[in-house]
């Protein structure tokens, strides 16, 4: 079972459409949890963190389920400029504070 | 804001050489610098972790003496690809992790081998 785990997509969603994308983790004594975003050819660029509680961000909402050891991401109203691929990265704790990342989530949004 | 400068951008080099990447906090004093490789449509793997000062900390299955590490002060860490073959290419990325600011990501090396 991989560390951090996702859907590859690819999500091919028109403008205006509401998309989730889900991420399950092995360790469940992980400590942070983020959703990155990257962009072809690019550095991951850190979209959220993601809260137990939930959190909000414009158009976006984080939800972690720990007990579930689950991370969504909903993206509402969906622009052209949200294609790219949304990456769930987790700090798995044990020291060196080192991050794993998942293979990532490609959403296209399209007229 | 903080930010990671990387350098260079890409590098086209021949088998058996060497290429060395460099990764500069440019606003803030990153105590501990990530390097990762990503292959086309994977994630980023960790390669090492380096903290200023000391030896770096490889990952399972990165071989330490061909993928040196320097951390030698707190804005600027080096990773050289020793004897690079054609499977070393990928994406080489570096990250600071500081305190304040958290984890920021260099805009990676795009390493091609021919």
């Known amino acids: 079972r991989k560390e951090v785990e996702q859907d590859p997509g690819p999500f091919n969603v028109p403008e205006g459409a509401t998309v989730a994308f889900n991420c399950t983790y092995s360790?469940?004594?992980?400590?942070?949890f983020f959703w990155y975003r990257q962009d072809c050819r690019k550095e991951p660029k850190l979209l959220m963190s993601?809260?137990?509680s939930g959190n909000e961000d414009g158009r976006f909402t984080a939800q972690l389920n720990r007990a579930s050891q689950y991370i969504s991401l909903l993206i509402r109203d969906s622009k052209l400029s949200d294609s790219a691929t949304y990456l769930c990265v987790v700090n798995m704790g044990g020291g060196g504070n080192k991050l794993t990342f998942g293979t990532g989530t490609q959403l296209k949004v399209e007229l | 804001g903080a930010v990671v400068s990387q350098h260079p951008s890409w590098v086209i080099c021949k088998s058996g050489t060497s290429v060395k990447i460099e990764c500069r906090s440019l606003d803030f004093q990153a105590t501990t610098m990530f390097w990762y490789r990503q292959f086309p449509k994977q994630s980023l793997m960790l390669m090492a972790t380096s903290n200023e000062g000391s030896k770096a900390t490889y990952e399972q299955g990165v071989e330490k003496d061909k993928f040196l590490i320097n951390h030698a002060s707190l804005t600027l860490s080096t990773l050289t690809v020793t004897s690079a073959h054609p499977e070393d290419s990928s994406f080489y990325i570096c990250?600071?992790?500081?305190?304040?600011?958290?984890?920021?990501f260099g805009s990676g090396t795009r390493l091609t081998v021919v």
């Open positions: 360790n469940s004594a992980s400590q942070s």
């Open positions: 993601v809260y137990s």
């Open positions: 990250s600071a992790r500081n305190i304040n600011y958290g984890y920021t």
